[in-house]
């Protein structure tokens, strides 16, 4: 089956600079990624995907890149804010419809 | 409502007893999730609900637990004789079909205390 993991349970940054979050991922058949972003207290928040058939998408202060030869991607921030504070997760899926999800890299952003 | 909808949002049972968590998905929303999270762990899942098919009942962790999702929109979760290490957040999430992506929206939990 498949497992995710991430490498860093917990990240300090300080206000401003650049943040990477990395995940791991074991099933090649996955073809279908997400980050979420969980605050204390709530669900889930979508973040940004990305499928295999790409290798990197940015949105808003946000980048997402896949590296499928290493099972790898990684979430960068930038100019990261006291506002990004918060539990990151990286989800893969493939095949089945069932999103499996890492256990989550605690951003600590400094002021 | 705009998002996924879920009740209780904190709940507090005594050792034994039976609890029901109700989900509310996105209207439209033909795929239903129910993960669990325990403190500060990842998202473990549990039931998947597509449309008209059997749900994929998988990810449960003992017979104590079951799901039902009734017109294929609203879905109870429901555990039986609750032991403490039930306590954990139920998250429930909703997508559209596959076509659109898989990328599944969650609601806030339910936040279910075994004491």
């Known amino acids: 089956g498949e497992s995710v993991g991430l490498h860093l349970p917990t990240l300090s940054v300080q206000e401003g600079d650049n943040s990477i979050i990395n995940c791991a991922y074991s099933n090649s058949a996955s073809d279908y990624f997400i980050w979420y972003k969980q605050e204390s207290g709530k669900g889930p928040q979508f973040i940004i995907d990305i499928r295999s058939n790409m290798d990197k998408r940015q949105g808003q202060r946000v980048t997402v890149l896949l590296n499928k030869t290493v099972k790898h991607l990684s979430l960068q921030i930038a100019a990261t804010q006291p506002g990004d504070s918060a539990v990151y997760f990286c989800?893969?899926?493939?095949?089945?419809?069932?999103?499996?999800f890492g256990r989550g890299t605690s951003l600590i952003v400094h002021p | 409502g705009a998002g996924v909808s879920q009740s209780p949002s904190n709940k507090v049972t005594e050792k034994g007893k039976d609890v029901e968590l109700r989900c509310d998905p996105i209207s439209g929303h033909t795929a239903l999730y129910w993960y669990r999270q325990s403190l500060g762990q990842g998202l473990e899942f549990l039931i998947y609900?597509?449309?008209?098919?059997?749900?994929?009942k998988s990810g449960l962790p003992s017979d104590r637990f079951s799901a039902e999702r009734t017109g294929g929109s609203v879905s109870t979760l429901t555990i039986q004789r609750t032991q403490q290490e039930d306590s954990a957040v139920y998250l429930c999430a909703s997508s559209p079909d596959r076509e659109a992506g898989n990328t599944i929206y969650f609601g806030e939990g339910s936040w279910l205390t075994v004491v």
């Open positions: 989800a893969a899926s493939g095949g089945s419809y069932i999103p499996t």
């Open positions: 609900f597509q449309g008209n098919s059997a749900p994929d």
